[in-house]
């Protein structure tokens, strides 16, 4: 697990805008799992309301196949 403040690094700037590049999102959280972008907190949320979330990690699913 990673887990880096942007805020609280002097990368901070380069890295936010090397994830609006790749991502095309500009806020935070900007969420990874298993190497993929699943989105922000809404998106988190509702796969785990929909128990993808759970079934995603339990298998090691990477979350690219839940967004083709």
């Not at 090397?18 to 990874?32: Q, W």
């Amino acid at each position: 697990t990673n887990i880096v403040d942007l805020g609280n690094t002097s990368d901070g700037p380069e890295l936010f805008r090397l994830l609006n590049l790749e991502t095309g999102r500009k806020t935070v959280p900007n969420i990874y799992v298993f190497g993929k972008n699943i989105g922000g907190y809404s998106e988190l949320e509702q796969l785990h309301k929909s128990g993808e979330l759970f079934n995603m990690l339990k298998k090691g699913t990477s979350a690219h196949e839940y967004f083709l």
